[in-house]
């Protein structure tokens, strides 16, 4: 009777440490999605400081932007943002900021010349009222952890 106690106490310890590690996994993994998703927004401000204060979708594709590959669905997400991403690879550095770490579904490009949407977790929006005007306007949404970028480069964390 002891013995069998022993044994199931000793379960019971190791599935709480491996329940405790998971969860330190998937706050480090939501910490991420959020400094994803801030670095995306600096790569927003960098470029649209270099291109006359206009984000890549609002500037002509003439002069370096993709206003002219821009497919806004009804639900206001683009489905060319990869496009968007992909012009601003100097800013950007890596594909691998593109893909929330919790998401099983995508994987991230080799470099920016093969950037699909399926290197692409992050769900942008695109238009014209998207600006540094309107900081609060949400520029982008992780599907996955529900964080959101606004304009001004914030992130609002799903709690």
Known sequence: M?????????????LLGCDARHQDERKAQRITCVNNLKQIGLAFRIWEGDHDD????????N???TRELCAVGKDGFDANACL???VMSNELNSTVVLICPQDPTKQAAVDFG???????????RSGTNLSDARPRE??????????ILYCDGTVRTKK
């Open 138 to 147: 949400i520029l982008a949404v992780c599907p996955v952890d529900g964080n």
């Open 63 to 65: 002069a370096g932007g």
């Open 54 to 61: 206009q984000f890549p979708f609002n500037a002509s594709t």
């Open 114 to 124: 093969h950037l699909t949407a399926a290197n692409v977790t992050y769900r942008l």
């Open 2 to 14: 002891k013995f069998a106690n022993i044994i199931i106490a000793l379960a019971s310890v190791l």
């Open 84 to 86: 968007h991403f992909q």
